[in-house]
């Protein structure tokens, strides 16, 4: 039997990720630090005698059990699918012989995350956030005031802000979706970018920038973290459910926050999502916008509060709406 060099395996695992379909690559980001520490793990084995059946089952097991610990049961199965696609591509077009590693690694039952600010949690964690001046805590409001993913939000180009127009213009190579999208920023959004925008140094291409191997901003959740605790807000809340809170009170507001999430479209929706003028995303964000923003601000966040419908003007109690 021809035995693989470790050198060559790694090869193939770079070729593998750039075949993942777009989606797949825009995932891959999130596990980078884990990938680049496997290549380097098989460039070290390299030449010593040592099997790749007795050293390759191991890493699987200890990635999946890692990025359950931060990211749940999702993330574990994201990341098995992904290591499965590449070794899956390497085994077709490379006739790589080793069996998938991935094979036997329990995936697990995935529930799907509902978690989103009450208007007090919102009240107290707005409150810390807009008080802090740290790069991190802006960057959280903008996730909180645009809706955005964390991903899109932390690697914001300058050259992707429009501030003559109010508006962020994504490309369709950062978009999970894989289509370019076009974000209308509601004035407490706008003010943020234009601050920093004035602070920033000449030439920096990144709006929140980052010294090292990584040239923006990257981890949120430990920032959110010292800030929930600073907030008295128990329960777990991730970055990502920053959009969820967007999405949840922009419901509220009686209108699809779909359009504005830059989800894929599908089915049905297909059509309508491509024909939303960017007039008509403006006054839902600026509807959701204000709508959070008056339930973060209120003195009293546990009364009875109403949100008027952009959609039909009848106002409704928004703790009934879903």
């Known amino acids: 039997m021809t035995i693989t060099p470790f050198s060559e395996v790694s090869q193939i695992l770079h070729?593998?990720?750039?075949?993942l379909p777009l989606a797949g690559r825009f995932l891959l980001r999130f596990f980078h630090p884990l990938f680049c520490g496997l290549l380097e793990n098989l460039h070290g084995f390299d030449g010593i005698g040592v099997g790749l059946d007795d050293i390759l089952p191991h890493f699987p097991h200890k990635w999946a059990d890692t990025v359950e610990k931060n990211g749940g049961p999702v993330a574990r199965n994201r990341l098995l699918a992904l290591l499965s696609s590449m070794w899956g591509w390497a085994k077709r077009k490379r006739e790589l012989s080793l069996d998938n590693p991935t094979e036997g690694v329990e995936r697990l039952t995935e529930q799907p995350r509902e978690r989103?600010?009450?208007?007090?949690?919102?009240?107290?964690?707005?409150?810390?956030?807009?008080?802090?001046?740290?790069?991190?805590s802006e960057a959280l409001l903008l996730l909180l005031l645009t809706g955005q993913r964390k991903g899109n939000i932390c690697g914001l180009r300058w050259s992707e802000f429009d501030s003559r127009d109010a508006v962020l213009k994504i490309p369709k190579e950062r978009m999970k979706s894989g289509k370019a999208h076009i974000v209308p920023l509601a004035t407490p959004a706008l003010e943020i970018l234009e601050k920093r925008k004035k602070a920033a140094e000449k030439g920096e291409k990144f709006v929140f920038p980052a010294k090292g191997k990584r040239e923006h901003l990257y981890d949120l959740r430990r920032p959110?973290?010292?800030m929930l605790e600073a907030a008295e807000i128990e329960e777990r809340v991730t970055p990502?459910?920053?959009?969820?809170?967007?999405?949840?009170?922009?419901?509220?507001?009686?209108?699809?926050?779909?359009?504005?999430?830059?989800?894929?479209p599908?089915?049905?929706?297909?059509?309508?999502?491509?024909?939303v003028p960017l007039a008509f995303k403006r006054e839902v964000m600026n509807a959701t916008v204000k709508h959070i923003i008056k339930t973060a601000t209120l003195s009293e966040p546990g009364e009875a509060l109403s949100s008027t419908s952009a959609a039909s003007g009848e106002v409704v109690p928004f703790r009934l709406v879903r």
């Open 15 to 19: 070729l593998g990720h750039e075949h």
């Open 266 to 275: 599908q089915g049905v929706t297909k059509k309508y999502y491509e024909q």
């Open 224 to 226: 959110l973290e010292r």
């Open 116 to 136: 989103y600010l009450l208007p007090a949690e919102l009240h107290r964690l707005y409150a810390l956030l807009v008080a802090d001046t740290g790069q991190a």
């Open 240 to 264: 990502h459910d920053l959009r969820r809170t967007w999405a949840t009170y922009c419901g509220e507001t009686r209108n699809d926050p779909g359009p504005l999430l830059g989800h894929a």
